[in-house]
């Protein structure tokens, strides 16, 4: 009788639980179409002439060349119909050919996209441990010394530049003091190791090659550390506000009043109700971390994909620039599609609405 009545609970959740995430699911697939849409129109709209990108001055000017060209790649036809070439090549796994590399785009996205995914995973580590440490010490000494000075802290985090900081962490630390690497993954002396994930720190430790290992992280340590600055800050005043927001909870005094305090208020109620909001900014923080480091990567001279998209745009490689662009939406819709299957598991509320 007892396990009869238990599946008769559970049942019921699972169903709602399921519905909830197909529902965010149908929602994402349907975005990711609308960003291929967003995509193809805006790259038919920047200005300059492919057809000259592609061909060279020389090439493109002779009419039977461009004709040929342009028979080949279907640019005689109308846009709606071009969209559905493209959509179907996508389906396809083909992202087209850079112009700039001659290689297919997908392939030059997966020797980019692990570079970047590494560092703002580094980052995002970092910021984490730091900006919910710092903005929960803030939030429980509200008003004191220690509250003041870490809201100075992450106000200095939030102002600086990031550029600005890559440069001056470049020139202290590798020119002057020479104490980390300037540029690259690696040091010229060694080869990557053998490829299983992309990550050179994960790689190497799969293939037990140490000092590759310490090299790839050495060199992790600046751009990490100059994109950890403003997402510390961004994250020690979310959580500082959030966190007050719970203190003031019922739940919280009632807590406090049953003699609970330390690590197990914090743990076990205050950062708990406090989770979602923190869920959120952490999603963006991160989706921007893995879309937005096209100034640090190019400053360290890392080979990510921020770098191949600041080198396609300048070439005006339409291909490469339509890659990145449908890389940074799925990016950003897988990102919100997990934060919103977190939600449903943090607080069943979420699920019913």
Same mark, same amino acid.
């Given at each position: 009788?007892?396990? @009869?009545?238990?599946? @008769? ?40 002439? !492919?057809?000259?990108?592609?061909? /060279? ?19 005689? +036809? !109308?846009?709606?119909? +071009? ?17 700039? @590399?001659? +290689? ?7 020797? *980019? ?9 580094? $980052?995002?580590?970092?910021? %984490? ?31 600086? #530049? ?9 020139? &202290?630390?590798?020119? +002057? ?35 590759? &290992? ?8 600046? !751009? ?5 600055? &403003? ?15 719970? %203190? ?12 609970? /305090?330390? #690590?197990?208020? %914090? ?6 109700? *406090?989770?979602?909001?923190?869920? @959120?900014?952490?999603?963006? $923080? ?18 990510? %994909? /921020? ?11 339409? #291909? ?34």
């Amino acid at each position: 009788m007892g396990k @009869t009545t238990r599946a @008769t609970r559970t049942s019921p959740a699972r169903s709602v639980l399921a519905g909830y995430v197909l529902r965010r699911l149908g929602m994402s697939v349907l975005l990711l179409f609308g960003v291929t849409l967003v995509t193809f129109t805006l790259a038919n709209l920047v200005p300059g002439n !492919p057809i000259v990108a592609a061909l /060279g001055e020389g090439a493109a000017s002779n009419p039977a060349t461009v004709a040929a060209y342009i028979a080949k790649h279907g640019l005689d +036809q !109308p846009l709606p119909m +071009q969209y559905l070439t493209y959509l179907g090549n996508l389906f396809q796994g083909n992202m087209g050919v850079s112009l700039r @590399t001659s +290689q297919p785009v997908a392939t030059d996205l997966q020797k *980019a996209i692990p570079a970047t995914v590494e560092v703002a995973i580094g $980052a995002i580590i970092v910021s %984490l441990a730091l900006g919910v440490t710092l903005g929960s010490i803030a939030a429980y000494r509200r008003g004191r010394i220690s509250d003041q000075l870490v809201r100075v802290l992450s106000l200095i985090g939030l102002s600086i #530049p990031t550029f600005w900081m890559a440069l001056v962490s470049f020139n &202290f630390f590798f020119l +002057q003091l020479r104490i980390a690497p300037g540029s690259g993954r690696l040091s010229p002396i060694l080869s990557p190791p053998p490829t299983v994930t992309g990550l050179y720190t994960v790689d190497a430790l799969l293939a037990g090659q140490w000092v590759t &290992f310490m090299d790839a992280l050495a060199h992790l340590m600046l !751009p990490v550390f100059v994109l950890s600055l &403003f997402t510390i800050g961004l994250l020690t005043r979310f959580v500082r506000t959030s966190v007050l927001e719970v %203190l003031d909870a019922d739940y919280v005094r009632a807590g406090r009043a049953k003699g609970l /305090g330390g #690590p197990r208020m %914090l743990f076990g109620y205050v950062l708990r109700g *406090a989770s979602l909001p923190i869920l @959120t900014i952490v999603g963006l $923080a991160f989706g921007s971390l893995l879309s937005g480091t096209v100034l640090v990567e190019a400053v360290f001279a890392w080979p990510g %994909l /921020g770098s191949y998209a600041y080198n396609s745009a300048t070439s005006l490689d339409l #291909p490469g620039v339509m890659g990145v662009g449908l890389v940074v939406g799925f990016i950003y819709l897988s990102i919100n599609f997990a934060v919103d299957l977190l939600y449903g598991v943090l607080d069943p509320r979420v699920r019913l609405a």
